[in-house]
């Protein structure tokens, strides 16, 4: 099960194929963005009657991450719901579904902009937190480092031979990184954007998720 | 009133013009619910259609609207307002004649939904958006007479399908509404009845006479044509002469990339310097409009175009037709040639232009098959229920609606008349919750039903959206061309997305005939600056690619059989006759399949004459077979004619591999994760309402406010497979791209006879297939592969690895 291995602020880091970050020597998973409910919200504001299935999606593959690595933590870094009324209107089944990960894990909720308050869901809730040598939070923070963040769902597109590839993607520097959404039915940033282009260094790496993992230099 | 009016009469004779019969039996019979006029161009088909509305008018006098035109192009519509405007004026009639299309200004939309004219020209969008409105049943309550005019070609995609559903409810809001559907030569004529005709009343066929048949040639070319290519830059010193021979000329050519090739092809030994344009949907809008002001005006000798000139106006003086490249189908071919009946009387000319040597045998085949009048032509599947659905929502629009009545209103459109009620309550169900099986949208439904039993948007303000998705015309997501530095102006034309991805800066591409390097991209737009220097990439335009008709390869393949080809070229003989020597010759019995070593690779071309998309179906199902059992394919490539697969095993029993059960059983499996499904579904969702539609200037430049149709694609098809968009996408890739029907087809006219020949090295009919373009790598892992090496090749350049 490939991963691409790195090192931020002596912190040894896996980023996997599936968008999700491993820290094996805390057994820590991180998770980003995953928006649970996006369908509801959309259809609540009169938008289209999206299949309703994309929680129930993230589920099932936060749900293998979890049975492969076994953390003992699992960090979710912000906008884990779509809004606060989505975690009050979780499916039973995808509620269920969701607590039986959490039972016996350290399940840490970091605030995002979607979901600024406390959620009525387990585990503890933060707006960031501290672990050994990294900080996790929502939002990159420039004057800060040796940071874990999400927020801008970065996608990176390459070409090769003619085939244009894109696919969500970390994007990592010697003093953070950005974490791809996690999320069914979330769209992305490209990485050429002027606000990823600007928080990252001129060497900065984009990570691609997919089948496996493989970096290139963060298209700019 | 059947016998033309006196003032009628006179202004014919003041003219100088005779009464043609089919505009005097149109007239005759202008009482019938429905007829459909079958008429070359030049006929007067279009005054024939106009004559039982103006002859009413001219008596009875009206009050709102009368007469409504339909015609698939904004620019027919002003152009027949224009030719209208002639026998009203001179005979003084109290007629008002007024188009309304995407063009028309906010303010005259306005008025002419307040005050009517007596006859609305218009197009099936614009219909679509007037029937949505509450005053629907007041504007168009007073319609008598609706005219189509090119039925033939809305009959062959969901634009008519969406107008047909139209002329019920119009038919609903006036029920002595009569029809009339002009039409071009089409193959089955009581099919194109049936479709017209509010069902299951009949629809009467009225056929004019044809004119001479046509003078169609194959080019003479003091070059012969190439092995292979779509190209035709042989033929290119006997296509201006032809040109400088003729007053004036539509070359046609079958895809923009073509177009814009062979356009830069005649420029560059364009001595004489005759004025030659060019016109392709991507194109901008002014380009093209200054071209055909340019014909009109009579001051271009030449266009070459794509299928874009198919429709048009009459432009009297084009009297030659050049086809470059062989025609894909014949029913095509009669329609373009007669482009250039300018003069009802005169036979129309045409040259055909083969673009490689195979291509000679089949536009031998076309011609004898053009002269003979052997039109061919799919006949057309049950209406297709994405349109069925966004009708449904634009009738809510306008009303509530009683599904019992609307079903009955809906069976009465041709294409819709064998709709059962459990389909027509699925896209009901869909409209209002999205017909999932997770029913999670009760409370957001976007259809409610009232105590009454009829049901109705559940806010109202849902209809803005609606009106704004009509229509079933899907873009595929294009970006503008710009000079770079230009503040504003038009842009060059578009190029597909996926294609600007693939540039680096410094690239260098054809659009409009010019060569153009690429900067960057900003903003949504292709910065580009001129560059007349290099030579250019060639610019990808997606488009559909349309395969050789079953008629065309049936006569192909029957041509082949002859001991001799007396009247074909030298070449094209000497070559045929190789390939009996060395192989065997394809036939209509047995499917020749032969296998040979070349380069180290194992070759295997399977010549099953179905056509290059059903073809390409084949090869993808074969590969991923022949993958399975450990044959190691490497690619395939397709042709009309021929598959042919290379791998690094021999394949001793290539027969085994077309099985027609087994090819049956892979087939859903395979279909599934297809790549054309997805390109499927993002129409059908389009056009069905679940997506809106991706307009220009909508996208914003960074966070994305609409994701990818693929993931709503893989969601639903893992968690609702037999989701209502599914069971339509699966209907529709059938019919489309993946052409699964000519793979049974074939399989049945081979009946499991077949021919394997061995051969020492490449046969002369696979050699071709050899030099093709558009192969296709075998998948597996190797996009991941390409990924991991250019990913590994990008880290080391940038001193990262």
Redesign the interface.
Known sequence: MAGYIFSLNDARLTALPSGALWWSHRGILCVSDLHFGK??RI??R?G???????T??TLERLETDILRNNPQTVICLGDSFDDLAASEEM?AEDHLCLTSLMAGRNWIWIAGNHDPGPIGIGGSHKSEIAVGPLHFRHIADLAKTAEVSGHF?PKA?????????SRPCFLLDNHRLIMPAYG??????RSD???LAALMEQ?A?AI?T???S????MPR | MTALPQIFQDWFTARGWRVHPHQSALLKRQNNPANLLIAPTGGGKTLAGFLPSLCALSKDGSTGLHTLYISPLKALAADIRRNLQTPVADMNLPIRVEDRTGDTSQSTRNRQRADPPDILLTTPESLALLLSYEDAPRLFGTVRRVIVDEIHALAENKRGDLLMLCLARLQALAPNMKRIGLSATVEDPAALARYLACSPQECEVLLADPGPAPDIRILKTAEAPPWNGAGAKYAVPDVLNAVSLAQTTLIFINTRAQAELFFRALWMENEADLPIGLHHGSLSRDARDKVESAMLAGKLRAIVCTGTLDLGIDWGNVDLVIQVGAPKNIKRLVQRIGRANHRYNAPSRALLVPANRFEVIECRAALKAALAGDLDGEPRGKGPRDVLCQHILNTACAAPFDSDALFIEVKSAGPYSTLDRREFDDCVDFCATGGYALRKYDRWRRLVQNSDGTWQLRDPRASRAIRMNIGTIVGTETLAVRLKNRRGGAPLGEVEENFAATLTPGDTFLIGGEVVTYKNIHEMTVQVTKEARRKPKIAVFAGTKFATSTVLSARVLQMLQADDWPDLPFHTRKWLHLQRKISRMPGPARMLVESFECDKRQFTCFYGFAGRNALQTLGLMLTHRMEQDGFQPLGFVSTDYALLIWGLKQIEHPAQFIKREDLLEGFETWLGGNAVMKKSFRNVATIAGLIDKNFPGRRKSGRQTTFSSDILYDTLRKYDPHHLMMQITREDALAGLVDFGRITDMLDRFDGQFEHVVAPHVTPLAAPLLLEMGKIRIRGSAEEQLLADAAEAMMAGAGLS
């Open positions: 369908s509801d259809a609540r009169g289209a009657l999206l299949p309703p299935y994309e129930r999606d499916d769902h597109r390459l070409s090769a031979k003619g085939r244009g590839m069914t039915y979330t769209g992305g940033l954007s002027a606000a060497d790496v691609l997919g089948k496996t493989v970096a290139i230099p």
